[in-house]
Nanobody
Framework: QVQLVESGGGLVQPGGSLRLSCTAS????????MGWYRQGPGKQRELVAT???????TYVDSVKGRFTISRDNAKNTVYLQMDSLKPEDTAVYYC??????????????WGQGTLVTVSS
């Protein structure tokens, strides 16, 4: 019905940068809020950043000033620019979207996750 596909994860050294992308496709009428979550080894999944359709953003304190969330509504895509990466940022990153379908149902959609490893 609706698919979210993430890309951009990988291995990076501390202090480095990565840019994650997530594109939604399928029976989409409109996407409201979008966000990124992460789950580190042995940790619970946590909310990293959110962005409304009007580009109002929020961030968890641990990434403020280092990560930037943005979106392209025409492409149904959300991005996460991650700078000054730290080993504690190592996690599987998941994309999330609040979708209104063409049938006017609401759907909480998730991507499959992309692994980010910060290590020297």
């Amino acid at each position: 019905q609706v698919q979210l596909v993430e890309s951009g994860g990988g291995l990076v050294q501390p202090g480095g940068s990565l840019r994650l992308s997530c594109t939604a496709s399928g029976s989409i009428f409109v996407i409201a809020g979008m966000g990124w979550y992460r789950q580190g080894p042995g940790k619970q999944r946590e909310l990293v950043a959110t962005i409304t359709r009007d580009a109002i953003t929020t961030y968890v304190d641990s990434v403020k000033g280092r990560f930037t969330i943005s979106r392209d509504n025409a492409k149904n895509t959300v991005y996460l620019q991650m700078d000054s990466l730290k080993p504690e940022d190592t996690a599987v990153y998941y994309c999330n979207a609040d979708v209104i379908t063409v049938w006017h149902n609401t759907l909480d959609a998730w991507g499959q996750g992309t692994l980010v490893t910060v290590s020297s």
